[in-house]
T-cell receptor
Framework: EDKVVQSPLSLVVHEGDTVTLNCSYE??????LLWYKQEKKAPTFLFML??SGIEKKSGRLSSILDKKELFSILNITATQTGDSAIYLC?????????WGAGTKLIIKP | KAGVTQTPRYLIKTRGQQVTLSCSPI?????VSWYQQTPGQGLQFLFE???????NKGNFPGRFSGRQFSNSRSEMNVSTLELGDSALYLC??????????????FGPGTRLLVL
């Protein structure tokens, strides 16, 4: 059965800290891995990763995929209170998105 | 461009009733996917429609059904509601859908409460 596991499930840090969120997967037909940020309702797209070892970067956020070890990390540096959200990881397997349960990140001022 | 819109935003129903949720995709997007999100389970894929055809389906019972119209708007129907159907229902649109490995744009969701 395809599965995506995110860790930790929740994380509380202080503003300015760096955080690393993990996503591991076991799927039958990997096509891509996607990261989303969900603040109130609608998840918003962050990154899509298809190739191993290539870092995607957007401002203070970055992500990398390891297809050999079947995981991805999402890194956020110099965190701000606006980074507080649920971060979702999903894997496209056989044209279906399999979702992790999410990591709830709380940034304290 | 206007984003994905979903109606209604909130809904309260009782067990045994049925409900229809609506999703209007971003203009030009032909694929609409539906998801159920609950605190314990995360997002669960319900189905995907592309050009009025159901192209992919998740592991949900037959009480959950959907359709897509020629203007790409989609509806999702849940019959014989159960307490466990209480959730946030999200729809997402993209130009070609998962077959094109594209990103999806999510609507704000419909919060359904079954009493």
């Amino acid at each position: 059965e395809d599965k995506v596991v995110q860790s930790p499930l929740s994380l509380v840090v202080h503003e300015g800290d760096t955080v690393t969120l993990n996503c591991s997967y076991e799927v039958t037909n990997f096509r891509s891995l996607l990261w989303y940020k969900q603040e109130k309702k609608a998840p918003t797209f962050l990154f899509m990763l298809t190739s191993s070892g290539i870092e995607k970067k957007s401002g203070r956020l970055s992500s990398i995929l390891d297809k050999k070890e079947l995981f991805s990390i999402l890194n956020i540096t110099a965190t701000q209170t606006g980074d507080s959200a649920i971060y979702l990881c999903s894997v496209d397997s056989n044209y279906q998105l399999i979702w992790g349960a999410g990591t709830k990140l709380i940034i304290k001022p | 461009k206007a984003g994905v819109t979903q109606t209604p935003r909130y809904l309260i129903k009782t067990r045994g009733q049925q409900v229809t949720l609506s999703c209007s995709p971003i203009s030009g997007h032909r694929s609409v996917s539906w998801y159920q999100q609950t605190p314990g389970q995360g997002l669960q894929f319900l189905f995907e429609y592309f050009s009025e055809t159901q192209r992919n389906k998740g592991n949900f019972p037959g009480r959950f059904s959907g359709r897509q119209f020629s203007n790409s708007r989609s509806e999702m129907n849940v019959s014989t509601l159960e307490l466990g159907d209480s959730a946030l229902y999200l729809c997402a649109s993209s130009q070609e859908g998962l077959a094109g490995a594209e990103t999806q744009y999510f609507g704000p969701g419909t919060r359904l409460l079954v009493l």
